[in-house]
């Protein structure tokens, strides 16, 4: 990309993330092919919130349309929702995530972050996992993104299969088929 004005530049880093608001300041200044703190500055000018707020704020967008857990009860964080159809998450993994010798991340929390999700996606008042097959694909390490997305496969009366694939960029590192029962309260 050849270089662009303060201002066209600032104008079209205000367009990407509107498009990509997860995009890192690093990801960000190799596109734009600036300096890391060139985009800080930019941001800064702009009032664009650094990537963990922007997170946060659509985050918290979505947090108040899933019906079958509390906010508290998500683990990572849901940034796209569409009830019933399709869900995104992410869940940076940290010390606490991982084996203190080898800073693998233990497999309890890619599973819970894949499960969360395949019941936040469900539109009813309960949902819990009747049954779930998962592969691990790879090992996750201390430091990296895992992005979780949910497909609802398919329903029934009672019943919903959700697909849940978790990528480290676009590497698949987990894969969850999960059987979930629902019950709409308003029913009962």
């Known amino acids: ?18 498009q990509n608001p997860f995009m890192t300041d690093e990801e960000l200044a190799h596109q734009f092919n600036v300096s890391v703190q060139t985009i800080r500055l930019d941001r ?16 918290e967008q979505n947090y108040d349309e899933v019906k079958s857990l509390m906010a508290d009860e998500v683990i990572g964080e849901i940034i796209d929702l569409q009830l019933d159809d399709s869900a995104i998450s992410i869940l940076d993994i940290r010390d606490e995530h991982v084996f203190t010798r080898n800073k693998i991340a233990r497999g309890h929390h890619l599973f819970a972050q894949a499960n969360s ?15 779930a097959e998962i592969k691990f ?39 969850g088929r999960f059987n979930i029962y629902r019950k709409d309260s308003q029913t009962t």
């Open 44 to 59: 800064l000018e702009k009032s664009i919130p650094e990537l963990r707020e922007r997170i946060k704020y659509v985050a």
């Open 137 to 175: 694909l790879r090992s996750v390490r201390v430091g990296e993104r895992v992005v979780a997305k949910a497909q609802v496969m398919e329903r029934s009366d009672d019943r919903t299969k959700v697909k849940i694939d978790s990528f480290i960029g676009n590497e698949l590192v987990f894969s």
């Open 1 to 18: 990309m050849a270089k662009l004005s303060k201002s066209d530049r600032q104008n079209q880093l205000v367009e990407t993330l509107k």
């Open 117 to 131: 999700l395949a019941v936040a996606v469900i539109n009813d008042e309960l949902a819990l996992t009747s049954s």
